[in-house]
């Protein structure tokens, strides 16, 4: 039978598309990485996302975020991704929480309920918190590091946390996961050297922001903060799917 997921199935297998639809996947911040990593989630199958994220679609998210256009300006984010979700899998199921995630929020939620959670949140104190809440229930978590200032979208990697170099953030992340006893962190980075170009306002680029103030925030692309989301919900999928190995057996079966 063909169906909307006929294309992902032959690569995955029966099995590990059983295990994508079974699956609740957590995605903390839905903007330039996190929304292109919603987006593959929900066209390959996973059958129930959460979605954190407390910002307004803004003007200056138009050069690069997935669901930010003229028509859904000033709209939670939230809310117009459980819109396109449904828009492309009426049977998903969406729990958006419009929340700025930090450790005075975190125990808003049960991370033991989470299948998988993708971190794609930009403050370190949050992702600290983020990865450390996760492993203490034995929740897989995978989390995106720098990629705005950042030219190169061949440049992203797949890593543990303290085999990474280069990026920033990352090394803001490895003092604070030691701190914290976190050994171990999957995690997407790039090796390219960010390029700070600050604001000519001086201020936050992020007009519609509702939680903490951020500094000023760095240029970004169309081309660059997708790639990171993609490889990120790649990883996910991959994992939850159990491939290849899952697919590899399941087309020995039936192999003559």
Not at 72 to 99: C, W
Not at 122 to 140: I, M, R, Y
Not at 146 to 161: H, N, Q, R, S, Y
Request: contains cysteine.
């Amino acid at each position: 039978m063909i169906d909307q997921f006929s294309r992902t199935r032959t690569m995955l297998g029966e099995a590990g598309m059983q295990r994508l639809q079974n699956a609740r996947v957590a995605v903390f911040g839905v903007g330039g990485v996190g929304g292109y990593a919603v987006e593959a989630l929900a066209r390959s199958g996973v059958g129930t996302l959460d979605l954190i994220d407390d910002d307004e679609v803004c003007l200056t998210n138009l050069n690069r975020q997935i669901i930010a256009t003229h028509e859904t300006l000033g709209r939670p984010k939230v809310e117009v991704f459980a819109q396109r979700i449904h828009s492309i899998n009426p049977d998903a199921v969406v729990n958006i929480h419009r929340v700025f995630f930090g450790p005075d929020t975190a125990g808003q939620f049960d991370f033991s309920a989470f299948d998988y959670v993708a971190d794609a949140i930009d403050t370190v104190s949050a992702k600290v918190e983020l990865a450390f809440l996760a492993q203490q229930v034995g929740v897989p978590v995978i989390s995106s590091m720098g990629a705005a200032g950042k030219m190169d979208p061949t440049a992203f990697e797949v890593a543990d946390l303290y085999a990474t170099s280069v990026c920033p953030l990352a090394r803001a992340m490895r003092t604070q996961c030691r701190k914290r006893g976190i050994r171990h962190l999957k995690v997407v980075y790039s090796r390219e050297t960010p390029h700070a170009v600050p604001s000519q306002s001086g201020g936050s680029l992020d007009t519609a922001r509702t939680g903490p103030a951020r500094r000023p925030v760095p240029g970004s692309n169309a081309f660059v903060p997708p790639v990171a989301g993609l490889i990120l919900a790649g990883e996910v999928i991959k994992d939850l799917a159990g491939w290849p190995e899952l697919a590899d057996k399941e087309v020995a079966k039936d192999a003559p």
